[in-house]
């Protein structure tokens, strides 16, 4: 196969292709399995493999993808002639930022493969963790394990030849309960990454237990308390909704193919341009953020991207100033061209596709913020004066250039004076975002420090489903806005 | 090729009752293409062919499922894929209600919504559609930007309760064009949903764009105050919101799972407006409909609001059997939702909106960015504007303002603050490009005013 796939490229090349990239996945496994309210609703186990084809002519891209590989030829042909036609309509020829001809391996680091778990022992897991959630006061209760184990092989018309396997291990489990009035509300456990590894060993069967009893207490805690009100307070974000602020107002707004217009008829723009490089202060001093894809136990980590080029950890935000985006060997020329300078030296490595059938995009990788030096949680309450805790996301909403959002979570403890005083229901808060960031007044310490993980974020078009991470600390805000 | 497809079913059903397993099979083929515009280039044009396997395998209550990119010509493959479904259910834990395997009383086919010249449009026609759609507006800081999206979907199903087939097979275009400005930023749109070839109007799409574009152009933008506004909503958001109440409303599965704002006594009570009347209605097939649903119930027009009184809860097979309810034949990828027409006949374009004589500041917002549900039981969501939000002045004047944030409950969206309809009404493309290709219309008025509502962030700039 990979005989034939180099010949189809050197035939392209020999048409006039500038640049032609071939992924073969020659498998993809994926096992779902959802228990909601003990019943085993989903026991799903899917396979796929196909190629995905990419090719630049005359500064355009065309591509094509199919699982049927009996007609190789007339799949690069496709793929051709999109390009010849987009080529039709160019107004900045694409060109791509140097990089290495590679020839390399990269495997995630997994000791027990979940693909050899038998069935049964991860129905067992499910069933135990449903029957300590079957507590009084929980009216649904929801846990799910989701596996992928994958292939991709990368070959490209500038000698490179990269082989990745990658496996992935993703369990969650949430309560919900109803007031007296018949009103939801929401408790949901989504571990932490810890120890080196991201396979089946990185289900924590402990740690589901330990905090299965925590979130059907703190659940019940919240159907019976009071609104959150509705006044500007200090905001303290534990890693539960600290990865999704970074996620939607640092990782997006950092995108390059965003902030260049890429995904103006989607998913939005940015509020970034390319001028606020090393000039605009995105957040306080307190602020240092990277996209980091050397975490060993993290889906935002892959080795090499669908360019081809070495992950690498960037600094995108230092003590507050905007210095990098999350970027691809496209963009990154299109920028400096635009600016006129060089604001980046080469590809960050963050493009990737979510399957064989889609284009490589500018994904995030894993977009952590360094921890800080203001203590440990009970330390930052302690020094806050009126202020609410507030963790896991309920609802979030965010402006199209990622300039201002709105985020619910499942619950909120309020801060009087130090201290923590009682549970809110229906929290909420929001912002505008540099204003946001600037507010930033207290970064905990590495005890606050968590990986989590996305397993579904959603760009691009057609659209497509990335896995990625964060690793933040616990952070607070001042002067934000709750309760609407 | 559709009896390509379904005999090979037919063998695969062969194989699994000569193996003795149960299972149900579902096929999907989609041929799609995507032409992607963004900074006036086509930034991506790509195709793919993917057919996908779903075997669902049944014993007892106990229930498991494989699911195959495959191509026709892997039968081995897909016989695998029974063979291990058939194992993993064997493994899988019962229920606790007995889930239903459809048995197809007759075959039943359904092309009525497939063009061949829709499916097979050519690279160079969809070119020439969006040069058409932008010809003279996009200048060195005004750039292009959507996508023409667009191909063929063919559902395929057979079980082994039953030697009957059921195939559905559609055709679907959706455009969006955008014009933004590169630095101010700021954006305006217009879009299409098409089911033949003939759907597609490019000039259509340019008359809408240019109105916008000039008043984007030559209007001073402005940070408007906080406060209640009459809002006249656009077909794009009025379409969000109505698929919205499709999840947290009046399906029965959420309702039972807590994750609705109506409750079972809210049937025959007043909830909206009674201007306000939606229909799942498989009849029009501007909505890629399914006349049958996935368990072979004949689907006919349902009623779900009339005069703002709460009609009927659907319901899937799998929640009916769950919940020991009746399905209601909505056991489909889509519903195919209709809300009526009102009785503002004068208002059928942008143009005439703006034209309307006003007493007091009037809000277009012709779309709803990344809208999400704060408290599904009191059915509060919340978005911000995008795409071309016009401020409407008393005096015939017209503002563009600078986006700004609604969180509001579907209650008060539909309620008693409509203040009219649009009698005209449209097609509006509701696909999302996640996974199997779904093509999804929801026929919207092209325009509903809503008073009083409050916005609760302005932003201050693009």
Redesign the interface.
Known sequence: MLEKIQQQIERLKGLGAAYVDTRWVPFEEANYLLMWNGNLKNATSARESGVGIRVLYKGAWGFSASSDLTDLAGLYDKAFDNARVAAERVTFPVRLAEKDAITATFESPCAINPFEVPLAEKVAFLKDIDQQLNQPGVFQRVCDMAFVRKQIIFVDSEGSHIEKTITEAFSTMQVSGLDDQGATYERTFRPPRRGDTRGWESIDKALFSENAARIVKEMNQVRVAQECPKEDRSVILLPNIMYLQTHETIGHALELDRILGYELAFAGGSFVTLEDFGKLQYGSPRLTARADATLPNSPGSFGYDDDGVPAQNTLLIDKGLLVGAITGRQMVEEANAIAKRQIFKGSGGANRATSFYRVPIERMTNINIDPGQDGTLDEIVSKTEKGIILDSERSWSIGSNREQFHFGTEIGWLVEDGQVTKVVRNPTYKGATVKFWNSLSAVGDPSTWQVKYVDNCGKGQPNQIMQLGHGVPVCRFDHVTIGE | VKERILHILRELRAYALDKGHEVALFYHEED?Y??????????????????RLEITAFSGR??????????L?KLDEMKQ?ID??AQ??Q???P???QPTVPVFAQSFADESCYDASLAHIS??DR?QY??TASAGLETDQV?L???F?CGSNTIAQINTRSEHTQYFRTSDAQV?T?L?H??L?W?VTAEQSARAKSDLDPAALREELAFLVEHYQTDTPQQIPLGSYDIVFGSAATADMVNFMNWIAFNGGSLK???SFL?EDTLGKKVFSDRINLVDDPYRLETFPYQRDYTGILRKAFPIFLNGVFQAFTWTQEDAD?FSMQPTGHSVGHKSLVLSGGDRADVRSLSDLVKLPRKKDVLYIPFL??????????GII???S?FGALLLKPDGSVGVPY?V?I?HSLLDLFGEKVAWLSRATLPYNTS???GARNPTAIIVPKFIQVNDLEI??S????
Request: hydrophobic content about 30%.
């Open positions: 799609s995507l032409m992607r515009f963004a900074n006036s280039s086509i930034s991506l044009n790509t195709n793919e062919h993917l057919i106990k229930r498991a499922s494989c699911e195959l990119i495959t191509d010509g894929g291990l479904a993993m259910v493994h899988a834990q229920l606790t209600y690279n160079e070119l969006f040069n750039k930007s959507g996508i999206s969006t955008v933004a590169s630095t930023k954006e799972r807590g994750f409750a769950e960015h990344y809208m999400n549900i704060v408290n599904p039981s009191k919340t978005g911000s995008r986006n944030r969180t999302q490009s996640y609760s962030h932003n201050s700039s693009y």
